[in-house]
């Protein structure tokens, strides 16, 4: 049973930063991708930043040049470096992994939060 679990998410000023931590447990678990989605109030999910295996990254446009993914495969964990920080970035930041196979299974976290509010 893989499980997801998040740190770092908390209250932030504009203009601040915040590292989210996001490290997978169970026994041989092996991911070919890494990343991150957040959901605003009101708003569908979006991907905001993934890493796969080989260190491919991709950003949402959003937060391209501020945000900085990457992952640590042998600790099968995955961080997000926040800078630069908006109010429009406030949500809720879930952890995601996929599998390997067509489909790839998806695993979520339980999601941490992020404020930016002065």
């Known amino acids: 049973q893989v499980q997801l679990v998040e740190s770092g998410g908390g209250l932030v000023q504009p203009g601040g930063s915040l590292r989210l931590s996001c490290a997978a447990s169970?026994?041989?678990?092996?991911?070919?991708?890494m990343g991150w989605y957040r959901q605003a109030p009101g708003k569908q999910r979006e991907l905001v930043a993934a890493?796969?295996?080989?260190?491919?990254?991709n950003y949402a446009d959003s937060v391209k040049g501020r945000f900085t993914i990457s992952r640590a495969n042998a600790k099968n964990a995955v961080y997000l470096q926040m800078n630069s920080l908006k109010p429009e970035d406030t949500a809720v930041f879930y952890c995601?992994?996929?599998?390997?196979?067509?489909?790839?299974?998806?695993?979520w976290g339980q999601g941490t939060q992020v404020t930016v509010s002065s």
């Open positions: 890493v796969t295996v080989v260190g491919s990254t």
């Open positions: 995601n992994a996929k599998g390997w196979g067509s489909p790839p299974p998806d695993y």
């Open positions: 169970g026994s041989g678990a092996s991911f070919s991708a």
